[in-house]
């Protein structure tokens, strides 16, 4: 069984990014995130990194609506 919260390492290789990368997502708001422990740790709930990442999807597909490949054969 999968666990329910991931560091944000973890995050980290799931997304193929840095830590660093993940931090600053999770600093930013754009990844939601919980601090939990005495040290205040960041973890990310698998459901919310899942939602992340469709999000991720609607958006790409909205912004290749909008900037369509141009063939340069054409030219």
Known sequence: MEPRFLLLSDVATELNVSDSQVYHMVRSGELP???????????????????????????????????????RDAE
């Not at 912004?63 to 369509?68: A, E």
């Open 33 to 71: 995130a919980i601090k939990i422990g005495g040290r205040g740790q960041w973890r990310v709930e698998r459901a919310q990194l899942e939602e992340y990442i469709q999000r991720k999807y609607a958006e790409t597909a909205e912004w290749v609506r909008g900037n369509p490949l141009v063939d």
